[in-house]
């Protein structure tokens, strides 16, 4: 049952297009941070697949850093996200403009 | 093609179709709850790769915690909107170019310099969870203490971003 690393990467980077045409595509920006995750989790099976690579667990290591800062970003993105639907009455990107002149 | 890696493209395909059905959805519930699906077939995937620890914690800090906060907050400001894409013709058309740049550049590295083909695999002796702790607590011991004061800054920001103007 040996999963060559080659598959792992190609199905990362899938997954990070995916989540790259997402941020710049969709407009509700709850969809946005939900795509950044995706780009977060894909850069952990690249470091999952290189811990198995190479046999050290370092890349685990830094895969559970990573699922802590994603947890972290996630938090604060969707307090402002509130923040500004009690300010703005909107969830969309492109009526985020207050700071644009 | 043995049956472990007939569970890997399985999974593969589970976690695209769960990540371009996500970010197609008129309705931000149904993107999230296919990002649980794509989540999900995440972690089966890092079970066959014998990551159990991060199994476990993708299963209850992504496909648990952060969905049910997203959930929690799409119910708090859900709006019907008629349209789901931002800006006009052109900017779709220039992100998707973008997007397609990004591929080629990015499968261009991979083609020429990725040839790494898997070294033979010997599994460890203790069980996955027990070296993890030992390194995370051992030779990471700092990064794990900023790590855990970077959740407390940012629990701490989410209360004070999200509190009702005095």
Known sequence: MTIPTEHLLILSLILVVIGVAGVLIRRNVIIILMSIELILNAANINFVAFSRQWNNLTGQIFGVFNITVAAAEVAVGLAIVIALFRNRETVNVDEMNLMKW | ?166
């Open chain 2, 1 to 166: 093609m043995s049956l472990g890696l007939l569970t890997f493209y399985f999974f593969a395909a589970l976690a695209v179709v769960g990540a371009v059905m996500m970010v197609t959805r008129k309705n931000a519930v149904h993107s999230a709850v296919y990002l649980v699906l794509t989540f999900v077939a995440i972690a089966a995937i890092y079970v066959q790769l014998g990551a159990d620890f991060l199994f476990a914690v993708q299963v209850l800090v992504y496909a648990g915690g952060i969905m049910v906060l997203f959930l929690f907050v799409i119910m708090l400001v859900n709006l019907e909107e008629p349209r789901r894409y931002s800006g006009g013709r052109l900017h779709l058309g220039l992100s998707v170019a973008l997007t397609l740049i990004l591929f080629g550049m990015l499968a261009t590295v991979f083609v020429k310099d990725a040839p790494v083909s898997s070294v033979a695999v010997t599994p460890m002796a203790e069980g996955n969870l027990q070296m993890v702790g030992w390194l995370l607590y051992r030779n990471y011991m700092l990064p794990f203490e900023v790590v855990s004061l970077l959740l407390l800054v940012a629990m701490i920001g989410a209360i004070v971003l999200g509190r009702p103007r005095a």
